[in-house]
């Protein structure tokens, strides 16, 4: 059995696939970068925003720094040592959360 692969659905007995859209809550349709921390939430960087999954919520970040619409589009993420979360927007600079 090769599974099969839906929106959602079964891919095997160890595997389950669901997708998450814009209805869902996600900023944006596309992920650009996917990082996941110590603490085992994902990160997504998506053009929409910074947004944080838990394995059930998915939650728009906000900062002063991405607030404008042309600053929201993240492009890459990176987490250093510290735990803090690096963000690099389209509009150019890098970004530091410390959540």
């Known amino acids: ?3 099969h692969c839906a929106e959602t659905g079964s891919l095997s007995d160890d595997f ?3 997708s ?8 944006g349709n596309e992920v650009n970068d996917l990082v996941q ?5 994902l990160w997504l960087a ?6 944080r999954f ?4 998915l939650k728009l970040i906000s900062s002063p720094v991405i607030a404008r619409v042309s ?13 803090t979360l690096l963000m690099l927007p ?10």
Request: cysteine-free.
């Open 20 to 27: 998450w859209r814009t209805d869902d809550g996600l900023p």
């Open 54 to 57: 838990d394995g059930v919520t």
């Open 71 to 83: 600053a929201r589009n993240i492009r890459a993420l990176a987490q250093i040592a510290d735990s």
């Open 37 to 41: 921390d110590q603490n085992g939430y």
């Open 1 to 3: 059995d090769s599974g």
């Open 90 to 99: 389209a509009i150019g600079g890098v970004v530091p959360l410390k959540e």
């Open 16 to 18: 389950f696939v669901q």
């Open 46 to 51: 998506t053009i929409g925003g910074l947004v």
